[in-house]
């Protein structure tokens, strides 16, 4: 199939494109979006925002993964990188609170921005574990397809050594599991929800950490 995603990715993961497994997914959401043009349920993100997490970090500059579950469902928040929303949209409580937990590991005041691309072409692949969902409903997508191919992914990162993974709540941690903890930094802790978030993941100082690790390693760090 040809599938429109960032060259070294489409290299290292061209032997999906042609599973049955994908062919499925693809027609599954090819027909969702066109039900959408058609006055069904909105679906997001826009189609060709959907692999936006590989398109703007390239395999080869993966220095840090941070897993989420789906994308956001509400009107013009996703656009293909997990826990980002475009700017001029409120911010998610999720997101406000990794903000929090920024302002407080690193000592300055948090980011104004909602667009996390600047994570991204830093080496930050913000990757979701499905990449597309219907309006409202999360986890709509969900056992389609997508999680296998986003396995898929981290399975090729595996291969690499030196990499962040920054795991929050157990489902990103069960997302990762086969990912070498001796050659690479895994970095886990509850969600940043509301739900979770004071029981752990404010005072993680997973930002630092990561900075830390990545210097340490040659690398450049982060600017959170």
């Known amino acids: 199939m040809n599938v429109k995603i960032e060259e070294s990715w489409k290299n290292a993961l061209g032997g999906e494109f042609d599973k049955p497994y994908f062919i499925q997914l693809t027609d599954f959401v090819r027909d969702a979006y066109n039900k959408w043009a058609t006055g069904g349920p909105a679906i997001y993100p826009k189609p060709a925002e959907i692999f936006n997490a590989f398109n703007l970090c390239p395999l080869d500059k993966v220095k840090v993964v941070i897993i989420g579950q789906d994308p956001y469902h509400g009107p ?15 911010f998610p409580p999720s997101l406000q609170n990794i903000y929090k937990e920024i302002a407080s590991d690193l000592g300055r005041p948090s980011a104004t921005r909602g667009d996390l691309t600047r994570w991204a072409e830093q080496g930050v692949l913000l990757l979701n574990s499905s990449l597309t969902v219907q309006a409202h409903v999360a986890a709509s997508h969900s056992s389609k397809g997508w999680e296998q191919f986003t396995d898929a992914c981290i399975r090729a990162l595996s291969a690499r050594d030196g990499i962040v993974y920054i795991l929050w709540g157990s489902y990103a941690q069960k997302k990762a599991e086969f990912v070498d903890p001796l050659r690479n930094l895994v970095l886990k802790s509850v969600h940043p929800s509301p739900l979770s978030a004071s029981r752990g993941f404010f005072g993680n100082k ?19």
């Open 206 to 224: 997973h930002f630092s950490r990561t900075n830390e690790y990545l210097a340490n390693k040659g690398a450049e760090p982060i600017e959170w």
């Open 76 to 90: 013009g928040q996703a656009h293909g990188l997990c826990f980002s929303v475009r700017d001029g949209t409120q």
